[in-house]
Nanobody, 119 residues
């Protein structure tokens, strides 16, 4: 049974940075970060294949967000549109996969979320 705990959210001004951490108990090969703003659907932000190291980023965060030291998500150049609850999630993809999806429905284990507010 995989468990995940996020931390690192907070309030920052536009242009600022935050680093989100996700502690995962149990082995999985796909790990992703997702976010959900009020009134909006949950969307994928970044995904990491833990064995092959392949990383995928949503277009909206490319060049600003990056995986750092494992599952952590370094977020730079934050803007108000990044305000949301951020979640990390995992699932065990087929062994033939080398990249992980950004589709929330693929992920089965979720953390409780950490709030990011950019003003």
């Amino acid at each position: 049974h995989v468990q995940l705990v996020e931390s690192g959210g907070g309030s920052v001004q536009a242009g600022g940075s935050l680093r989100l951490s996700c502690v995962v108990s149990g082995f999985v090969n796909c790990m992703g970060w997702f976010r959900q703003a009020p009134g909006k659907e949950r969307e994928g932000v970044a995904a990491l294949h833990t064995r092959g190291g392949g990383k995928v980023y949503a277009d909206s965060v490319k060049g600003r967000f990056t995986f750092s030291q494992g599952y952590n998500l370094q977020m730079n150049g934050l803007n108000p549109e990044d305000t949301a609850m951020y979640y990390c999630a995992t699932f065990s993809a087929p062994l033939s996969n080398t990249r992980c999806p950004l589709t929330p429905d693929d992920y089965v284990a979720w953390g409780q979320g950490t709030q990011v507010t950019v003003s």
